[in-house]
Nanobody, 122 residues
Framework: QVQLVESGGGLVQAGGSLRLSCAAS???????MAWFRQAPGKERECVAA????????IYADFVEGRFAISRDPAKNTMYLEMNSLKPEDTAVYYC????????????????WGQGTQVTVFS
């Protein structure tokens, strides 16, 4: 079974940047990984997803070119580079893995990390 550990969250001023990391360990996998986020009182939503093999990526509309998802196969790590952060980006960010299709549907991902808090202040 794959274990996922996120890191890199924190407190940042609006307009700033953060890079989140998701380290994967355990059973070898070759499928889809994604970043989700959940703000207080809101439903969890997909930020971006990536095909580990082909490097094909999809993004939520609200990303608006500000975020970039990537992966480093040598380190078994996925990243989310976030730029031009806004207060509305404040949320707990989760990485997820195990989907067999490049999708933003959270029910397609059986494996989740514990989450990392991102707080953007104005």
């Amino acid at each position: 079974q794959v274990q996922l550990v996120e890191s890199g969250g924190g407190l940042v001023q609006a307009g700033g940047s953060l890079r989140l990391s998701c380290a994967a360990s355990g059973r070898t996998f070759r499928n889809i990984m994604a970043w989700f986020r959940q703000a207080p009182g809101k439903e969890r939503e997909c930020v971006a997803a990536i095909n580990w093999g082909s490097n094909t990526r999809i993004y939520a509309d609200f990303v608006e070119g500000r975020f970039a998802i990537s992966r480093d196969p040598a380190k078994n790590t996925m990243y989310l580079e976030m730029n031009s952060l806004k207060p509305e980006d404040t949320a707990v960010y989760y990485c997820a893995a195990g989907s067999t299709a490049l999708t933003r549907m959270q029910n397609s991902y059986p494996t989740w990390g514990q989450g990392t808090q991102v707080t953007v202040f104005s």
